[in-house]
């Protein structure tokens, strides 16, 4: 059999696991809002509208920080539309997605949800096509104390208290020429950086995010950020990126090795990042805000016809996910855990319908997709601090991304309770591989208390509507431990956590 072998040393920390690592996204696009998390007439939508089913899910998830209003759609976004009586909000013509925008659901609704859901709100301004003023009036909305006029609005519209959003995206992937009010990097640096000064003299605790790249492969890759950072680096905490991957044309075995070029994107990011601190003599650090991440067939919605329709709430790039996706999204996870000292928020895009964990169906049932799994499991166990985890594994050509390693592996350490949580891939399309964790840097014996593993000798299996559990997680076969020796046996094209307890 294949091996690999992983080290663990408790004093080898990288840093404390971030909770916001866990981050969904929803969007007003397609049915994330509406028949995502909202659907009024729905036989399980409770006193406002929402789908308890969601909401449940979305708990069972483990989502801890959810990005909202966009996306795309914030980009032509008037926040104001979606407050106040309902009867009053005007349809929209929303540009990024051509489809309708009711506003039924505004930001004070939305924040009803996040507080069901039990989730930090991270909110994206528009500075598309508006600016500094209508982020000064949003925050005002949003975060002032009463006292002031539109602080005053808001309790009106029934939230007397402040809100107290924490993170705050200064708009959305500003170098895409398919945004509204695309700019260069010397006028959205310019835009961030005045709208992060006014956003601080409002409140000084905030923690701003300017846009990164929206793909590592944009040809202003790179010079974008250090751009943008020049403009903004003692304004902001955090630059954004955002990576979406796919299999393309069958090729598994790229595919299956995506994180090692996420390993990369974060590596020349805050590369860049800290070049332009040096030149600034600055000792701050810039942090990552990972907040569009994903496997999403692009290529699938780019090949379609453009809408001509307008329609409310049209299904848009529904993608129904299988084992492979899972594990990839799995191994998202793994680079983004590695990489904690850095990354410090992220989030999955999106959660409900459009690319996401939950789907549902509109007046029926909602389910895990196969990718709501690695997901879930990762969110629950992940405590403590991440661990520097070398893991020593044959490699594998791709024609994609180079040489990759057939096994990728983090592992965390809750000091508090002992628990080390192991959480590994296997990318090898046929053989299983034995996985030997080494364990004897931690003292007192750790034993295997709980194991779970995706995997199917069908690949391309996708949980449906009909069947909704086809692809589930069930306990990793094979996991011994011998003193401070663990042995665990990743089956191919598989994700799998082990729960080692005190
Ligand atoms: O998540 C879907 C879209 O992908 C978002 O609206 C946009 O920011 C990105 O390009």
Redesign the pocket.
């Known amino acids: 059999m294949l091996k690999a072998r992983v080290t663990l040393d408790p004093a080898a920390v990288v840093a404390p696991v971030s909770r916001r690592t866990f981050g969904s996204?929803v969007?007003h696009?397609g049915r994330c809002v509406h028949t995502g998390i909202y659907e009024p007439g729905h036989p399980l939508a409770d006193e406002d509208g929402f789908r308890t089913d969601v909401l449940a899910l979305t708990r069972e998830l483990g989502v801890t920080t959810v990005r909202y209003p966009?996306?795309?759609?914030?980009s032509g976004y008037r926040w104001e539309d979606g407050v106040g009586p309902r009867e009053r909000r005007p349809r929209r013509r929303d540009l990024?997605?051509h489809s309708i925008e009711t506003n039924e659901v505004g930001i004070d609704e939305f924040a009803r949800w996040a507080a069901k859901a039990d989730v930090e709100i991270m909110y994206a301004v528009n500075l598309g096509t508006r600016g500094v003023q209508e982020a000064l009036d949003v925050h005002e909305y949003l975060n002032q104390p009463t006292g002031t006029h539109l602080a005053d609005l808001r309790a009106r519209h029934g939230a007397e208290k402040p809100y107290g959003i924490r993170m705050w995206c200064l708009g959305?992937?500003l170098d895409?020429p398919?945004?509204l009010g695309h700019k260069t990097a010397q006028e959205y640096g310019r835009l961030a950086a005045a709208t992060a000064r006014a956003l601080r003299a409002a409140e000084p605790g905030l923690h701003l995010v300017a846009c990164g790249s929206?793909?590592s492969s944009m040809p202003t890759f790179g010079a974008w950020e250090a751009t943008v950072l020049e403009h903004t680096y003692d304004l902001v905490d955090s630059v954004s990126c955002?990576a979406?991957y796919e299999e393309h044309d069958g090729d598994l075995g790229s595919f299956l090795a995506s994180a090692t070029d996420m390993d990369h994107f974060v590596d020349s990011v805050v590369a860049t990042a800290d070049s332009v601190g040096a030149r600034l003599r600055s000792r701050k650090k810039i942090q990552l805000s990972f907040d569009?991440w994903?496997v999403?067939y692009l290529s699938r919605f780019q090949n379609q016809p453009p809408a001509t329709r307008w329609d409310v709430a049209p299904p848009v790039?529904e993608d129904e996910y299988n084992v492979a996706d899972a594990v990839v999204v799995g191994s998202l996870l793994i680079s983004l855990l590695r990489h904690s000292d850095r990354v410090t928020a992220a989030c999955q895009?999106?959660l409900v319908n459009?690319?996401a964990p939950i789907r549902t169906e509109p007046g029926g049932p909602a389910w895990r997709q196969t990718i709501f799994h690695p997901f879930a499991r990762t969110a629950a166990l992940a405590r403590g601090d991440v661990l520097r985890t070398a893991v020593d594994a044959p490699v594998y050509e791709t024609a994609r991304y180079g040489e990759a390693a057939l096994v990728d592996a983090v592992a965390t350490h809750d000091a508090a309770s002992g628990d080390v949580a192991l959480f590994a891939v296997n990318r090898d399309l046929t053989r299983p591989v034995e996985l030997t964790v080494d364990l004897r840097a931690f003292g007192p014996p750790r034993r295997p208390a709980g194991s779970w593993t995706l995997c199917d000798d069908d690949v391309r299996a996708t949980n449906t509507r009909d069947r909704p559990d086809r692809v589930t997680l069930r306990p990793a076969g094979e996991v011994t431990a011998d003193g401070n020796t663990a042995t665990v046996t990743l089956p191919p094209v598989s994700w799998t956590a082990v729960r080692l307890a005190q």
Do not use: R
Not at 70 to 74: D, K, M, P, R
């Open positions: 996204f969007e696009m966009g996306g795309n759609f914030v990024a997605w959305n992937e895409g398919w945004q929206s793909g955002h979406y569009e994903n999403w790039i895009a999106q459009v690319i």
